[in-house]
T-cell receptor, first 112, second 116 residues
Framework: KQEVTQIPAALSVPEGENLVLNCSFT??????LQWFRQDPGKGLTSLLL?????REQTSGRLNASLDKSSGRSTLYIAASQPGDSATYLC???????????FGKGMKLTVNP | GAVVSQHPSWVICKSGTSVKIECRSL??????MFWYRQFPKQSLMLMAT?????????EQGVEKDKFLINHASLTLSTLTVTSAHPEDSSFYIC????????????FGPGTRLTVT
C-alpha cells in the first residue's frame, strides 16, 4: 500500500528565497508522480507531472525531481514570491492503478 | 483552461436530504473518474473509483449506499450524498485522466457541501 509523506508540514520564508519541498513514498513501483498546488477553499492545480522514466521536470520557476530508488521527489521553487503562498501536495499512484495517494501537504507562506 | 468541471461549486442542504454533485471531463473522454473528499486542513482521501458503464468501486470504510456514484457517460460522473448528515459536510473533489494524452490527472475545482 502506497504511503506518501511530506515534510515539513508548513514553511514560512521571506520573498526571494529558493525553496525545497520534499516528498517521500513507500512503493517505488510507480509510473509517475505529480505535484499539485491548492489555494484555500479551492481545488487542485497540477504543477508538474514526472514520468517514471524521467528524472526531473521543469516549468518556469518550478523544478521537480524524482528518484524512484530512494522513494523521493523534490520540488524546487526558485526566487519565491508571495503569490506562491499555498499548500503544495505531492501524489503517487498506488498498486499500479490510477488511484492517487496524497501526502498531507506543505503549507507555504512567502512573506513580502 | 479547466479540463474537469464540477457542479455545483458549493451547496448547503438540510439533514436528511440528498445532494447530487456532477463531475465532467470537458475535452476528453474518461472511462475512469475518481472521487475524493477533503476535511478542513486535511489531505485528500480517495472515496471511490467511478467506472463508465459499470459499478463504482469503493475504498474501505466508504458506505456505497450513502455515496451513490453513477458514471453514465464517458464525460460525466455523479456523486449523490444520500440522507446527508452534518458529518458529511466536506469538500468533494473529482478527478479524471486523459488516457490518450500525456497529461497527468486533472482535478475539478471541488464542491463545498455544508449540511445543516
Amino acid at each position: 500500500k502506497q504511503e506518501v509523506t511530506q515534510i515539513p508540514a508548513a514553511l514560512s520564508v521571506p520573498e526571494g528565497e529558493n525553496l525545497v519541498l520534499n516528498c517521500s513514498f513507500t512503493d517505488s513501483a510507480i509510473y509517475n508522480l505529480q505535484w499539485f498546488r491548492q489555494d484555500p477553499g479551492k481545488g487542485l492545480t497540477s504543477l508538474l507531472l514526472i514520468q517514471s522514466s524521467q528524472r526531473e521536470q521543469t516549468s518556469g520557476r518550478l523544478n521537480a525531481s524524482l528518484d524512484k530508488s530512494s522513494g523521493r521527489s523534490t520540488l524546487y521553487i526558485a526566487a519565491s514570491q508571495p503569490g506562491d503562498s499555498a499548500t503544495y501536495l505531492c501524489a503517487a499512484p498506488t498498486g499500479g492503478s490510477e488511484k492517487l495517494v496524497f501526502g498531507k501537504g506543505m503549507k507555504l507562506t512567502v512573506n513580502p | 483552461g479547466a479540463v474537469v468541471s464540477q457542479h455545483p461549486s458549493w451547496v448547503i442542504c438540510k439533514s436528511g436530504t440528498s445532494v447530487k454533485i456532477e463531475c465532467r471531463s470537458l475535452d476528453f473522454q474518461a472511462t475512469t473518474m475518481f472521487w475524493y473528499r477533503q476535511f478542513p486542513k486535511q489531505s485528500l482521501m480517495l472515496m471511490a473509483t467511478s467506472n463508465e458503464g459499470s459499478k463504482a468501486t469503493y475504498e474501505q470504510g466508504v458506505e456505497k449506499d450513502k455515496f451513490l456514484i453513477n458514471h453514465a457517460s464517458l464525460t460525466l460522473s455523479t456523486l449523490t450524498v444520500t440522507s446527508a448528515h452534518p458529518e458529511d459536510s466536506s469538500f468533494y473533489i473529482c478527478s479524471a485522466r486523459d488516457r490518450v494524452g500525456k497529461r497527468g490527472t486533472d482535478f475539478g475545482p471541488g464542491t463545498r457541501l455544508t449540511v445543516t
